[in-house]
């Protein structure tokens, strides 16, 4: 019960910040195009600074307020090499980086959050060019549809995407068997391994 009252409080914290970023934007003056367009939407107009792996982005939001880790909803990109995790990574965690940071860092973008995640980061859809850049993820074979509890998203829609990547054998999808582990179950291992050293 205290762990539910905690994320609900953390969750109207966020977006109370997300509102108060905008009016303090908007302080003194007319709605822009750009805040009009976000009150229809529900998305927030977002600069990509640096994204640290596939699916984890910094922004900050536009016009240069508010800094923020945020995770992306729906996707699971496989994991990049860690001296503080002590971990090699996975295949393909610094190409899912890459193409992340290729398609967002120093656009303006938007955000349309779903959740928060257990480190109390928003998590949510970045639309690149009114294009679900998550979707496109996952389309390329550098995700794979996120299986746990996420609001707000049909995750369904992320599992077709997943379903016609392996069939075109994209991506992770195109590595030996032996080397499609999950990054839900390779993060589990590390855990494992931590615990019984």
Known sequence: ?????????VTAIAAAAF?????????????????????KTGRMPASVKHCNDGDTCRIVTEPGHMWMNVRLAGVDAPERASRYKKSAGQPLGDDAMEFTNKNLAGKIVELEQVDLDAYNRPVVVIWNGGKNFNMTLVESGLAEAYRGPVKRIDQSEYIQAEGKAKAAKTGIWG???N???????????LRLKKSNP
Do not use: C, H
């Open 1 to 9: 019960m205290g762990k539910r009252i905690s994320r609900a409080f």
């Open 19 to 39: 509102a108060l970023a905008v009016q303090w934007t908007n302080k003194g003056q007319g709605l822009s195009a750009a805040d009009m367009a976000a009150e």
């Open 175 to 177: 590595l030996p068997e």
């Open 179 to 189: 080397q499609q582990q999950s990054p839900a179950d390779y993060r589990k291992q």
